[in-house]
């Protein structure tokens, strides 16, 4: 998943110990996994997206395991995150970080409602197609 380098920004060769920080959220936020029977399909973390005066704007991350991709497991997890910021009274929600080439990502963000609100040019170093964007999106609550 992350390992791949294809969607996220983390150091390569993280532990699960190492990691666990960097996905798991405290409260305010939470984070959920998604499973099938006992196996992990995918989690998300979710979050407020600003202390102090931005705390009105949600922000989440999003881990499918390639071998569930194609299941919903990212559509479900995507309508969990929208459905808790929305019950817990947050405006909006904002993802600073997709990758621009990550084409499943981009559909799935835009058939829920979000809209690319710009792109920062270069600003991932990919695997495979070197140096692309990072979309910002956003989906407004109110």
């Known amino acids: ?3 791949a380098g294809r969607t996220y920004a983390h150091p390569e060769g993280l532990s699960p110990e190492d990691a666990r920080p960097l996905w798991t959220e405290r409260p305010p936020g939470r ?3 998604a499973v099938d029977g006992g196996t992990v399909l995918g989690s998300a973390g979710m979050c407020p997206n600003r202390p102090g005066r931005g705390p009105h704007v949600a922000t ?3 881990l499918v395991d ?3 991709q194609g299941r919903g497991v990212g559509r479900a997890l995507g309508e969990h995150v929208v459905g808790w910021a929305r019950s817990a009274g ?5 993802f600073t970080a997709v990758v621009e080439t990550d084409t499943p990502a981009v559909s799935l963000w835009r058939s ?3 809209v690319v609100i710009g792109t920062v040019p270069g600003a991932f ?10 979309h910002v999106v956003f989906r407004d609550l109110t």
């Open 125 to 134: 170093d990919h695997p495979e197609h070197g140096f692309v964007g990072l």
């Open 90 to 94: 947050y405006r909006g929600i904002r």
């Open 1 to 3: 998943m992350v390992g």
């Open 60 to 62: 989440a991350s999003f």
């Open 112 to 114: 829920l409602g979000f």
């Open 66 to 68: 390639p071998a569930a």
């Open 31 to 33: 984070t959920v996994v």
